[in-house]
């Protein structure tokens, strides 16, 4: 089971002992948030003085889609070292009418959630129960919403067409696996590992720091990457780390199929990790 980090950057650790105690330790910790703000804590301990009334509160948003944790306002959020597995910390409220939609580009997207600091604007209701399954003892009903912690992602990608003479494209690969079936093929792209897959993408799409990556365009299953050459692209945090991932050139058997969890890729690149021209890094 892989570690959890406590909370959102740049919200420390220390911060969230702070806030549990109603104390706010803003310049010390970087918080984001305002501390003559309301924060959740303060609806949450006293919803009878705000129930019905107009609130404009900060907290960590976070959608988790395909459960029940989804669309809430929390104290904060608590991920795996990866960014992924985010649940909210404390008593959440449930946000109806959120709009996502316009702010997801300004948030933390591992891959499975969209989390970050925002502040919200609505109608407070308690007394009752909401959302999925009735599972929230709060809500409430948004009327505006912002990021505080606006989240900027940069693109990185292959170059179009062959990567070079003898080479093949990652993008051709995918689109006609058939046509490469059996053949020993060497392409371009950029190697991904999370724990739980092994793929060759197009390209990655990250936070300024490189953290959260996420794989974009054409993708292919790979099997076989040499660890050592693991240790000169981008390692996340953790034992072992969170996450890998960089530009590589790799040589293998390449094979047209259904691979990978749950058999989502039609293709795979198997690499012998022993042979010296197996994979390369590409600063």
């Known amino acids: 089971m892989r570690n959890r980090s406590t909370l959102l950057r740049p919200w420390r650790a220390a911060c969230l002992l702070f806030a549990l105690i109603g104390a706010w330790a803003v310049s010390a910790c970087q918080n984001p948030l305002a501390p003559s703000a309301l924060i959740v804590p303060n609806l949450t301990a006293a919803p009878d003085r705000y129930k019905g009334s107009v609130v404009e509160v900060q907290g960590a948003y976070l959608n988790r889609a395909g459960t029940d944790a989804v669309g809430v ?149 790979m099997e076989g990457f040499p660890p050592s050459i693991s240790g000169q692209l981008h390692v996340g945090p953790g034992s072992p780390a969170a996450y890998v991932w960089g530009k590589v050139e790799v040589k293998g058997q390449f094979s047209a199929g259904t691979f990978g969890k749950d058999g989502a890729y039609s293709a795979q690149l198997q690499l012998d990790p022993n042979a010296a021209d197996a994979a390369k890094a590409i600063q």
């Open 73 to 221: 306002l929390a104290l904060g959020v608590s991920t795996q070292d990866n960014g992924l597995g985010a649940e909210p910390l404390g008593d959440p409220i449930w946000l109806e009418g959120f709009p996502e939609d316009q702010l997801r580009g300004q948030l933390h997207q591992p891959g499975d959630s969209t989390y970050g600091f925002v502040r919200v604007t609505g109608t407070f209701d308690a007394g009752g129960t909401y959302g999925p399954s009735n599972t929230y003892k709060y809500k409430i009903s948004v009327t505006s919403a912002e990021p505080i912690e606006r989240i900027h992602r940069t693109e990185q990608r292959v170059a179009a067409g062959s990567p070079g003479e003898g080479k093949v494209a990652l993008a051709e690969l995918a689109d006609n696996p058939a046509a490469r079936n059996g053949q020993q093929v060497i392409t371009q792209g950029y190697y991904f590992w999370n724990g739980s897959v092994n793929i060759l993408s197009e390209g990655i799409s990250a936070e300024d720091d490189g953290s959260n990556p996420q794989p974009i365009g054409k993708i292919i299953w």
